[in-house]
């Protein structure tokens, strides 16, 4: 069973930078393409990022310019580097393969980011 593993999170000011790194126990890491979510207090779980295996990029119009995904596919580790960072980003993030349709794993524990105005 794959368990994705994020950390990385905490407690930062308005306009600080975060970085999140999500370890994923799969020997064929590198075939998948993954995505970083988050979920805020009382809203559904929403897309934030996402990489191809190929590197491709996508990034939800609320973060394009502050957050960036990236991989490494030898540590079989996907990042989010998340600057600029606002209130509004609060919430629980967690990392997943992504699927034509949902995600291809059970959601881990996720890591907080709570910023402070």
């Known amino acids: 069973q794959v368990q994705p593993v994020e950390s990385g999170g905490g407690f930062v000011q308005a306009v600080g930078s975060l970085r999140l790194p999500c370890a994923v126990s799969?020997?064929?890491?590198?075939?998948?393409?993954m995505g970083w979510y988050r979920q805020a207090p009382g809203e559904q779980r929403e897309s934030v990022a996402t990489?191809?295996?190929?590197?491709?990029?996508n990034y939800a119009d609320s973060v394009k310019g502050r957050f960036t995904i990236s991989r490494d596919n030898m540590k079989n580790t996907v990042y989010l580097e998340m600057n600029s960072l606002k209130p509004e980003d609060t919430g629980v993030y967690y990392c997943n393969g992504v699927a034509t349709s949902g995600v291809l794993w059970a959601w881990g524990q996720g890591t907080q980011v709570t910023v402070s105005s």
């Open positions: 990489i191809s295996r190929l590197a491709n990029r």
């Open positions: 799969t020997s064929i890491f590198r075939l998948y393409d």
